[in-house]
């Protein structure tokens, strides 16, 4: 019998195979071995859907998957944990750094005894590091946050504080880490290396527009979760992302 907690790796995607393939090709190549597949689709019709079912193949019984309309990304988020029956939930919208990733987050929130855990990452245009997200441990008043990408959660995390809410376009991951972390109600171990190569031009970087939508929906973030002087903490991340061009 498996004593290993589950864990729970949920993907979103829709009309896009060939990224998808290459997410799940090295998903699969994690050592953890109580792993568990979570793919949520929009409705697709490229290969996508012949994607999910040869991993069903490969993966008996570990594989869960759903394919409908969505309304839009948080909310196909909002499904995959829904769906996802891990003890631990995380995302995996790119390429994880090395295949012991997983292996190392269950190993420390155990040794910990935390609520999850998070570390860095690097933000990639094709092999070239754009920046990179060290940011350690911290406070949100002083602008700092987990890399959303490697943050993987115990389950009653989301049982307790709720999931992403989807009336923000941009910044429900920002809002939903305010919400968990402000007021230290959960605790997250960090682990001091790269778990993550996210792609570059994701839905709060892909321009100008989409960055400014995102601080703006930022500021609406901290005043409803009741952070004071949140002008005090959009300058402090502000620089916080800046400097990450520079230490890079």
């Excluded at 350690?136 to 809410?165: A, C, D, F, N």
């Excluded at 979760?225 to 061009?245: I, S």
């Amino acid at each position: 019998m498996n004593t290993l907690p589950k864990v729970s790796l949920v993907t979103t995607t829709y009309n896009d195979a060939d990224n998808l393939e290459k997410i799940l090709e090295q998903a699969v190549r994690q050592d953890y071995e109580n792993l568990e597949y979570v793919i949520v689709d929009g409705g697709s019709t490229d290969g996508t859907l012949d994607l999910i079912r040869r991993l069903e193949a490969q993966k008996p019984g570990r594989v869960r998957w759903i394919s409908e309309p969505d309304k839009g990304i948080y909310d196909a988020i909002n499904k995959g944990i829904a769906l996802a029956q891990g003890d631990i939930i995380g995302f995996c919208f790119d390429r994880l750094a090395a295949p012991d990733v997983i292996s190392r987050m269950v190993d420390v929130i155990q040794r910990e005894g935390t609520d999850g855990v998070h570390g860095d990452l690097c933000y990639m245009d094709g092999d070239r590091v754009v920046r990179k997200w060290h940011q350690g441990q911290g406070s949100i008043r002083t602008g700092w946050l987990p890399g959303h990408p490697t943050m993987y959660l115990k389950r009653q995390v989301y049982e307790t504080y709720g999931v992403y809410k989807t009336d923000y376009r941009i910044s429900a991951d920002y809002e939903f880490m305010v919400r968990i972390l402000y007021r230290k109600q959960v605790r997250l171990s960090y682990i001091p290396d790269i778990l993550v190569y996210m792609s570059y031009g994701g839905t709060s970087t892909r321009s100008l527009n989409a960055y400014l939508t995102s601080l703006k929906e930022g500021h609406r973030a901290l005043k409803e979760n009741g952070v004071p002087f949140a002008w005090f903490t959009d300058l402090c991340r502000t620089c916080r992302v800046l400097l990450q061009f520079i230490w890079k």
